[in-house]
Every structure is written in C-alpha cells, then in structure tokens.
C-alpha cells in the first residue's frame, strides 16, 4: 500500500539571457513536470504593485544559496501571496506575463519545413523518435535543400515535356499512317477533314447515303479512331452536318505542320534518359543523406519544443520564472544540473503544496515490477489524486483472487495460461495485459483444484476410477450421487467446496455454499476499502471526519448484524444494543455525508450482495462445462465409432466458446468489483500524469498531435 | 422432494428472475450508449461512464436474491 512518488514543487527563476541553457538542462533531465504559467485577471492597482516583484528580488539573491535561505523564501512567499491571491495556488507571479518563444523558434520551424520537404521530395516516409547520433546533425541542410530542389524542378521539366512530346509523337505516327501532310489543305478539287472519331463505321454509312465520292481512312488513335476523309469540293457543307452528328472532332493540323515521328522519338529519348539520371541521382541522395535527415528532423523537433517552453513560464523584463513539480528525490540532481549549466545564475525554491486545497500535483506511480503490471488496471479508471494510496497493490492481490474464483477450472487455467503466455510473446505491446492475465490464469488453476474441477469434470465415471486406481494407483474419492431419480456412483475428483452442489442451510433454506462464500468475501473486501477510505480521509481532512464518514459503516454493520443475531436469540445481548448502534451509526452518516449518505445505505448492501456474481459467474461457467461434456459429448462417446470424432469437435468447440466467455465474464466483472463497490469506499482518483519535459514527452506530444 | 406446485414455484422465481434481468438490461442499455457517445468526446469519461452504466445491476441483483427466497420459502 503505498502513496504515490513524493513531488516537490518547485520554483525555477533564471535571467532571460540563460534561458536556452535551463530549458536544455530540464530537457536532459527529465523531471520537471511544468506547470503552465496562467495570467491572473487581478484587478489593476494589484497587478502593478506585484509585477517584477519578484523578478528583482530573485535576481538581487541569486548568490545566497543556502537551504534554510529557500524555505524562508518560500514561506515568505507563501504568506503574501496566500493572503492577496484570488487563486488558491500560493503563487505570487499570477500577474505576470506568459513567456514568449525564444528567437530560434521561428527559424528551427523554417528549417523544419525545409528538412520535411527534402524528406518528401526524397521518398523519405518514417520519422525517428529519437536521434541516432551524439554528434548532432551533420548536413548541410540548405545545400542539400537548393540541390534537391533543383533536380525535382528539372525532374518535373522533363517528365512535362516528355509528356507533351509523346503525346504529339502518338498523333503525328497516326497522321503519318493516313498519309496526311500539309498540302492537303490546299487541294483544288477535294476537300479533306482529318479528325478523331468514335465509330468511323457510322460515318462510313451517312457518307454513303450522300450517294457523293469520298475516301474513308481511319487508324487507331489513343482509345478513338483518327479518320481522314476526302470529299468532292462542294459538297463540305453537307459533309460537315455529318461529321457533327457523328461527334466527329477536327484536329488543328497546322499544330503538326513540321514534326516527323522520328524527330519526336529522339527527343522523347533524349528526356527519357534526362528523366533516369534525375531520379537515379535522387534515389543516391536519399540513400547517402536519410540518416542525417532523420536526425535532423529529430533535432528541430527537440529544439522547437525547447523553444517554446517558456510559452508555459511567466515572465519579467529581465528573468524568466518556471514553476513546476519534481520528484522529491531528485531535487538534488536537478539543482546541481542546473547550476552546472548556467553556472550558478538561477534561483531554485521550493514553494509548498497545497494539501487542503488538494492541489493539481501530477502524479508519479511507483511500484515493484511485479506489480508495476497492473497499474494498467488503475489506469483504466483514473490515476489516484496524489493524496491518495495507489490502489494498485490492491488490485494485484485482490483481481487474480477474483478472477480465479470466478473461472476456477484446472483445465481452463492452464489453456489460459499458455494462451497469454504465447501471445504475451506475440504482442509485445501489451505484455503488462498478458502479465496480468497469467497471474488470473495461476489463480484459476489453484481455485480449480480447491473446486476440484477439470475441463468441466468433477467426477470421472465407475470404470474410468477403478481402471485409474488399479493401473495408475491414483485412487479418487468414491461417491454416490442421485440426479433424477436415480443414484450413480462416481469417483470425484479431490476438492474443499464443490461449487455446483455444496449447500448450506442457512434460516431452513439451501443456499448454494459458494454464493455464501463470495458474499462473505465481499464483506471483507468492502471494509477493507473503508478502512482505507478512513486513512485517506483522515490524511486530507483529520479524525473527525474520517470517523463520521467511514467508520460510520462499519458501526452500522455491527450494529446489524447484534440486532439481528439478538432477535433470533442466537446471543444473550438486548436487541436495543444493536438498534442503538443502528442509529448512531445512521446519525454519523448524516454528519458525515448529509442527505446523500443517508441515501447511500442500502447501496452498501446491495454492494455486498453484488459479490455474488463471484459464484454465479462461476456457477454459470460450470454449469455450461457440465452439459457440454455430460449433456453433449458423452452420450455420443458411448455410440463408439465416428461419434466419437464427434464428440470431440463439440467438446473443442463447446470448452473453446466457455473459455472465450471465461476471459471476457471473470475479467470484466472482477474490475468492476473493483472499481465500482471497492473503490467507492476510499478512492476519488482525478490524479495528472508525472510527464516531465523531456523527450519522451516530446514523443507523446507528437503522437497526441498526429 | 416433489413438492405441491414446484413447477408454478420454478415458473415464479425464473419470471422474477427475468424481469429484472430485463429491466437492467434495458437501463444498461440506454445509460451504456450515453456513456460511450462522452467517452467518444472525452476518453477519461470511462470510470465514471462505468460506474454509471452498472448501477442498474442492482435491479438484477434483487431479482436474484427475491428469486432465491420464492425458491427457498416456498420450495
């Protein structure tokens, strides 16, 4: 049971000129969670009283740097600004202004563009998340970027032309083909059209109807025909009416007055080739330069987001102020790397955090590896305020325990287990999921020999036992068993609690022990939560309260269950001790919580009995492994034969559907045992991740922003 | 133990049993649909969206526990 990593907040204030130096020095380190500076809206005379306050007075103690120094700074501090702040913080820069980027900003965008631009033109499509050089980048970048630049233009140059000329080529080999030169537009006695057509057989038809001399030539020409048509002058007019209504389309020849297919050919070669070397010079300068442009991509990543940091700072005319939080453990290191870095001109302070106003202090979780594997459970739900335990400890007791009371099978267990164990190696992404599941998986198997149960068997029948105990001397318990009417006998297997049969009389009516069980279970679990909400109620908020409002509960439960112990005359206590106890504890609810905990009694049983689906799930499950092997599967053993390949598809299928439902079922109704009645006894969660500035924020920044 | 009825016994418990189940379900439903529509908008809704979504279980709850007890009292 544990808090979450004790922070610090902290107070950084540097000269403006060493700006870039701190904002490198956090960046390296990564601990500092920054805590944007926000403008205050005070009312004006105020303002001006506190702007550059605290500026000056920072930059005249720069060199005073003893510790007892900065607690009585921050105290000082604390207090004035305490005593005129609207806010809650304790801060008393409110009033600043918000920092603006640093002069690189604007540049290191500039050569962004550049690098990503390169990168495109290059073919270059992944991104590193890291540099893969100390060195930093080594290309000259705008060489290379006016280099590239001007082998793409010249690369879209002659892919245009290339365009253009093979295009003419098609057209001029066509006319070529009909025998069209430029003196056909000059003929005395005949008139001639050359065009693109669709269907030069439908004009062929219009023209024969005109009952007039004409030649038809067509050739293929692109996905059309290109025609020449030659008519007897004087008829033109007429011709041309055709010609439209067959969406005959003219071609300009004066276009292709002076080309020859063979000159169009060498030239179409002559870009070709220009083409080639183009882009095989292309494909080397990516090739030599992909590495640098990754790096130097991650760099100006890096360096933009450095340089916009003091976006989140608040700022004088002469210094910068960065407050945020860091681990209390490594305060130490971060004062040192940053007097390293600046030698000696920043001002470090803690300020206090404000424990009653439950200030925003990101939270950093930490816990052993094992268990580090189901934070991913807490974080489900929400991260625990930093005030608060980190229920994660509790979840790796508790969530395996349920799950394995809610599957408990043997034979399940362990296909489980080798199920996540493969994937887990599979999926390495999710390899905390698979960790937790596996640890449910070991809870199953040793709940599923408490149940005694395998694959759904909790018996074998009178054959299978003897040839068991006289061949292999694994003798099991004989029993006699009556279902429906009639008695069999069966060897079971071993167990403490068959959760199918054992019952309990409790008040002259059978209960199922295992619903029993559960409830009993979650009783324990619920106040095990209360105690827990009464030590995090009285961290935050003292004794007092913290009684009234969780042991109130448990009052109420003890009370109950005198009252009706004594009613039943079960034990030698007036009933009136156990009322009394009722009442109180219902008065310190309505002190603790008022109307709405009132309200919230009978939730607290109906919470108790919500535990019951520890067994039923289970129950359920059984029954289902039950009637797949005893109602399906065997009757057809029994035929012999090909029913008993039968039996076996159904056994595969019909166990392989009940283990689909057995990580779905047990999985999500454990959770929400936790999160919904466990939690709500001590947990409010709304916690802030610990995300110091650094590169693995940078990381998250750019996926969020993508 | 052929009791008297037990089949009118079973009848009452199981539609006690599957009343409520349908009422839950039927709550769940809509409140289910809400609380994915905000954690569309907003993803660090699901506690509170879980939470809300399974209160209706107690109406099951119930209808398992009185479905008990017809069994219990009366069988």
């Known amino acids: 049971m544990k808090q979450p990593e004790s922070m610090m907040k902290v107070r950084i204030v540097a000269p403006r000129s060493m700006s870039y130096s701190v904002i490198s020095a956090l960046y390296n380190l990564e601990l500092f969670h920054v805590r944007r500076h926000e403008k205050a809206h005070v009312s004006g005379h105020h303002s001006e009283h506190k702007v550059d306050h605290p500026g000056h007075e920072h930059e005249d103690n720069h060199n005073e740097r003893s510790h007892d120094d900065h607690s009585q700074h921050a105290s000082h501090h604390s207090h004035s600004g305490h005593a005129h702040d609207a806010h809650h913080s304790h801060d008393d820069v409110g009033s600043l202004d918000i920092g603006t980027p640093l002069n690189e900003a604007d540049a290191h965008s500039k050569s962004l563009l550049r690098v990503r631009a390169v990168k495109s033109i290059l073919g270059i499509n992944e991104s590193r998340d890291y540099s893969t050089s100390k060195l930093g980048p080594r290309v000259a970048l705008d060489k290379l970027h006016d280099e590239i630049q001007e082998l793409h233009t010249s690369l879209k140059d002659a892919e245009e032309r290339a365009k253009h000329t093979r295009s003419l080529y098609v057209t001029v080999e066509a006319l070529e083909k009909l025998g069209v030169d430029s003196s056909l537009a000059h003929l005395r006695y005949v008139a001639a059209f050359v065009g693109t057509v669709k269907d030069p057989g439908l004009v062929e038809t219009k023209l024969k109807q005109l009952r007039i001399h004409y030649e038809l030539k067509h050739t293929p020409y692109n996905d059309d025909h290109l025609a020449l048509i030659v008519v007897q002058r004087g008829h033109e007019s007429t011709v041309r009416t055709i010609l439209a209504e067959s969406s005959f389309v003219l071609l300009p020849l004066d276009t292709y007055k002076d080309l020859t297919s063979h000159e169009l050919a060498v030239s179409l070669a002559k870009y070709n080739t220009i083409i080639d070397d183009t882009e095989r010079k292309l494909k080397y300068l990516a090739i030599e330069h992909k590495k640098d442009l990754l790096d130097y991509e991650v760099h100006l990543l890096e360096e933009i987001k450095k340089a916009e940091l003091p976006l989140q700072f608040a700022t004088t005319s002469k210094s910068v102020i960065a407050t945020g939080f860091v681990p209390k453990k490594s305060f130490e290191t971060i004062t040192a790397a940053l007097d390293r870095a600046t030698n000696h001109a920043v001002h470090i302070e803690e300020l206090p955090i404000d424990h009653h106003a439950q200030e925003a202090v990101p939270v950093l979780l930490h816990n052993s590896k094992k268990i580090k594997n189901f934070e991913i459970l807490t974080r489900l739900y929400e991260l625990p305020s930093y005030f608060e335990l980190d229920p994660t400890s509790l979840l790796f007791l508790t969530f395996p325990l349920f799950y394995g009371i809610m599957l408990g099978d043997v034979g399940y267990g362990l296909v489980l287990f080798f199920l996540f164990f493969f994937l887990k190696r599979k999926v390495p992404d999710a390899k905390a999921w698979f960790n937790v599941l596996m640890y449910a998986a070991v809870m199953s198997i040793l709940f599923g020999a408490v149940f005694g149960e395998y694959f759904g068997f909790e018996h074998v029948g009178v054959e299978t036992g003897e040839s068991l105990c006289g061949n292999l001397g694994v003798c099991l318990h004989k029993e006699v068993i009556v279902s429906h009417g009639e008695s069999h006998v069966v060897y079971a297997f071993p167990h403490l609690l068959n959760r199918a049969h054992d019952t309990v009389s409790l008040l002259g009516t059978d209960i199922l022990t295992i619903l029993i069980v559960s409830v009993i279970v979650g009783v324990l679990h619920l106040n095990f939560g209360l105690a827990l909400g009464f030590i995090n109620v009285y961290r935050s908020h003292g004794l007092k309260l913290a009684i009234l409002e969780k042991v109130s509960w448990i009052v109420m439960q003890i009370g109950l269950v005198l009252f009706v112990l004594s009613k039943m005359n079960l034990i030698i206590i007036p009933w009136f001790v156990g009322a009394a106890l009722l009442v109180l504890s219902v008065v310190m609810i309505y002190m603790g919580e008022g109307a709405k905990g009132i309200v919230e009694i009978p939730g607290l049983f109906s919470n108790m009995l919500s535990y019951m689906r520890l067994g039923a799930l289970g129950l359920a499950s059984v029954v289902l492994a039950v009637v797949i092997n005893e109602g399906l599967a065997m009757p057809l053993m029994e035929k012999g034969g090909i029913f008993v390949v039968i039996a076996l598809l159904i056994m595969i299928f019909g166990h392989g559907i009940n283990i689909a439902l057995g990580v779905i079922g047990p999985f999500l109704h454990g959770i929400r045992l936790h999160y919904v009645e466990f939690y709500s006894k001590f947990f409010k969660g709304g916690g802030i991740e610990y995300i110091p500035f650094g590169k693995k924020a940078q990381m998250e920044g750019e996926q969020n922003g993508s | ?75």
């Open chain 2, 1 to 75: 133990m052929a009791v008297e009825g037990a089949g009118l016994i079973a009848l009452g418990a199981a539609l006690t049993f599957v009343g409520s189940a349908l009422a839950a379900a039927w709550a769940q439903s809509r409140i289910g649909v809400a609380a994915v529509g905000a954690m569309a908008e907003k993803e660090s809704l699901f506690g509170k969206g879980l939470i809300l979504t399974v209160i209706p279980e107690t109406i099951v709850i119930v209808g398992f526990v009185v479905a008990f007890l017809i069994v219990g009292i009366a069988g």
